[in-house]
Each structure stands twice: as C-alpha cells, then as structure tokens.
C-alpha cells in the first residue's frame, strides 16, 4: 500500500500533466506583427465574457487594444475586426474561405458533410433569387394566408411568439416542405423542437460533444422523423429549393441522413425570418407611433394599387421593397436584434491591411471575424444606438471616421444568396399583419433580449410577452404578383 506522501506525490504529479495539457492546448506564443490576444480562463479562454454580452465585452477590448485582437473561444481563435470599412477587404481575401465554416456548422450541428458546397449553392440559389421567388411562394400569397388560422377568430389573446409561429412560422414551414399538418414532422413539431435545438447552436458550432446536452438530443430525434426524400419528392407543394437540393444530393451519392441534415440547416435559416418577424412586431407595439405611421403608409400603398372590381391590391416585389417606412422599421430591429458572426478560416498565413492602414499577420488554422452587433451600436455611428427609432434608415447615411458607410447594417453573411427573398418574405407578412389586425401589448409586457446567445443569427426574447389581438373588418385582399 502507498504511503501518504506517494499518494500525495502522484496527485500532484498528475495535476501539473493536466495542467501542461491545457497550457500546450489552449496558449500559444504571440508572433511579430500578430494582433494581441485577449487574456482569458484557461480553460474557456473568453467564452464567459462572450456569452455574459458580447457586445460590451467587444466594446471593451476595442478600447484597450483598438481595431483588431484576438479572442478564444473555448478551442478557437478568432481575429475580431471591429473596423466595418474592412469588411469588403475581408470578404475578397483569398485566403479567409467560408466552406471550412460551412463544414463545421454542418458536421458539429447538424451531423453532415456537403459535397462540392460552392456548386450546390450556385445551383439551388437560383430558387430563392430574382424571378424565381415566386416559385417558393407557391402559396402565391404568403402573409395573407399565413394569417388565415388567425384571422378567422374575431378577437383573441395568446404569447406575441406563439402567434408568430402560428403564422408566419407556419407558412414557412409548410411552403418549404409541403402542407403536412398530419404527418409527424409537421410545423408545431418543428417549432417546438426547434426552439428547444436551437437554444444549443452555440455549444454545438464551437464543438461542444452534443451527449452533454440530452435535451437537445431528443429534440434532434424528434426532428428527424422528417419524411425520406422520395415522399419529399412526390409532394407537389414542396419548395423548388428543397426538389433541387434533395436531387443534388441524391445524385451525389448522400445518404438520407446527410439530406435530412442539410433540410434543418434550411429550416434554421428559415427559423430566422420567424425570430426576427417577433421582434419587428414587438418594436411597432411597443413604439405605437411607429405602429401608425406603419399603418398610414400600407394603407396608403393599397389603396394607390386597388382594383376596385376585385377588391384586390396587387404587389410585386419590387413595389413592396420600395415602402420606405417597412423597409426602415425592419432594419431598424435587425439593427438592435443582430447576434450573427461573419466568420472566415485563414487557410495560411496572410498579411492582412486594414482600411486604417494597419497591417496584421494572420494565423493560418485560425478565423477572422466580423461581429456586426458590436457596429451596430457603436454611438459614432448611431446615435442612441439601443433605442428603436422606426424612421432611422428613412434617406439617412450613416459615418465612421468620417467615412460613409456601404453597409451600416449587416444581418446576412455576404455569401447568403437568399438574403433578398428573406426579406421580401419578411415584410409581405409585416404588411399582412398590418391589414389584417389590430394587436396590443398588454399591460405590463416589455420584451427583452437575450443577450447570452449572441452567435446566434438573431437573438431570442427571455421570454414570450402576451397580446390581445382582433381582425380587421373584411377589407381588400392584398396579393403577390410576378416582377
């Protein structure tokens, strides 16, 4: 039997191996001409500070150590570069490539792997671009007939969320994979699961092992039991982009997991347009002078297009883009709601020179990023920056360092080909909604955001707030026409 002192000996011993392990695995020596790298945890580097708020904590190392350092996120180094005008010079860089990110996103989340992703992409995005949108708004009318489950009930009451989900969330989901409320795999499941799934994205990009998080585990089951490709295939109301993509894939010898996989990965972007409907409602009923001003413009676009033999207002795309008081009220939320990173691998090392002049090395193996929510409110770019203004965008330029901003607001990545049929999407049920009902806040309800899961495409609120809801008298119908 080993003495105490042995025992004592090899417990030390082990903990100094520990110890050597973590210092050889999460530091590193800084290289000349490198940014700094922010000090961390040991072991967690600065995801604490990261998912306490990650905007102040950015704010923070910006003033100490200016427009560009380095972070670690638990195994992970991310060259932060605050400096928006850099973001072009950042997306042209031959050496700073999406598709590892891709992959990781893919495989760490979702469980899969694409083949040939730039090819895809460039074949599967022509259905949600130009004259092809209205292929996936099969439906041909996406708010109004997202909001018919509503409509029909004269007065009702119930979580802002929720009626989100039972309207737009629920013609999404079902133009994207076919009108399938009794088969399993149906939007409430979807929602339900997905809500839950999601709240773990973090965790799961970073490479975190999912088996420490069971209940995202049975949530991703649950997902799962989406029908096989074949039934996908045969349904004619599914969306163009998923027959398109689910045959790529079959003719790239996938299996029906990896297409599953792939068919969530649509459903999360998706799941955005959901998350940040909620907050455009709940900055219009929280600000009713954004609510009326909203109002006095559709009512005004409507009655311009009406055909009174009908009783219907047509909209093309471009007609419903050009309502300035919308398209400012939804940047505007996607401003204060933001939580996504445009990140790039560095596939060697690259001497990087930002619009300051600055030039840095950058490490091969690492990734560089912009985070867009750290712009997004930064006070010499906008004033107030954490109040809703509705009429901010409204003809306005927005500076930084004297120079005019291209892009003051950034919610997709640069290479999203469906950015546009988003937003389309988006502001068709903004309007819908508009027409179709009066919604109030009750009293009392204030949504916040939920600041710890930035990294997040949008931001969720703490929690559901409650409205009381009514419809508009029967009124004219609003529809979609071709470009």
């Not at 999360?268 to 907050?279: L, M, P, S």
């Amino acid at each position: 039997m080993l003495a105490l002192g042995t025992w004592f000996l090899l417990l030390t011993a082990t903990v100094l191996g520990i110890i050597y392990f973590l210092m050889a695995t999460f530091s590193r020596k800084r290289r000349p001409g490198e940014p700094v790298v922010v000090k961390g945890s040991l072991l967690w580097g600065s995801a604490g500070d990261f998912s306490t708020h990650a905007v102040n904590f950015l704010h923070k190392c910006q003033k100490t150590y200016g427009d560009c350092f380095t972070i670690r996120l638990i195994n992970q180094y991310l060259t932060i570069i605050m400096d928006p005008h850099s973001f072009e010079a950042m997306s042209k860089e031959k050496n700073f490539d999406f598709d590892p990110i891709q992959k990781q996103v893919n495989w760490n989340v979702f469980g899969f792997v694409l083949k040939d992703p730039r090819k895809m992409i460039k074949e599967t995005g022509k259905t949600v671009r130009g004259p092809n949108n209205n292929n996936n708004n099969n439906h041909n009318n996406n708010g109004s007939i997202s909001c018919q489950s509503e409509a029909r009930r004269p007065y009702g009451s119930d979580g802002l969320r929720a009626f989100t989900s039972k309207t737009l969330f629920n013609a999404i989901f079902n133009t994207v994979f076919g009108n399938s409320d009794d088969h399993p795999f149906n939007s409430n499941m979807a929602y339900k699961n997905f809500d839950i799934f999601h709240k773990f994205f973090n965790y799961f990009w970073l490479g975190v092992p999912k088996f420490l998080f069971p209940q995202a585990i049975d949530a991703l089951k649950e997902l799962l039991v989406m029908p096989e490709s074949e039934e996908l295939l045969a349904r004619n109301d599914v969306a163009d982009y998923i027959k398109m993509a689910t045959n790529y894939m079959k003719e790239q010898g996938q299996t029906e997991a990896d297409i599953k996989g792939h068919h969530l990965v649509y459903l999360h972007v998706n799941y955005n347009t959901f998350r940040i409907a909620f907050w455009v409602l709940s900055n219009l009923l929280e600000h009713p002078e954004s609510y009326a001003a909203l109002k006095d413009e559709v009512t005004a676009a409507i009655d311009e297009k009406l055909d009174p033999s009908t009783n219907t207002a047509s909209f093309t795309g471009k007609e419903i883009e050009s309502l300035q008081i919308l398209d400012s009220v939804i940047t505007e939320t996607m401003r204060l709601s933001s939580g996504v990173f445009v990140v790039r691998y560095i596939t060697k090392d690259t001497q990087f020179t930002t619009t300051d002049g600055q030039t840095y090395l950058m490490r091969e193996g690492d990734r560089i990023a912009l985070y867009p929510p750290a712009i997004h409110k930064d006070p010499e770019i906008f004033e107030d920056p954490l109040e809703f203004k509705y009429d901010r965008f409204v003809g306005a330029t927005f500076f930084k360092n004297g120079k005019e901003l291209m892009n003051p607001v950034t919610a997709f990545g640069s290479l999203c080909p469906g950015r546009r049929f988003a937003l389309l999407q988006l502001k068709w049920f903004i309007v819908s909604v508009v027409r179709r009902f009066h919604l109030r806040l009750l009293d009392g309800e204030h949504a916040e955001y939920a600041y710890e899961y930035h990294g997040h495409e949008v931001l969720p609120p703490k929690k559901d707030v409650q409205v009381e809801f009514w419809a508009e008298d029967d009124g004219p119908v609003i529809l979609y026409s071709d470009e």
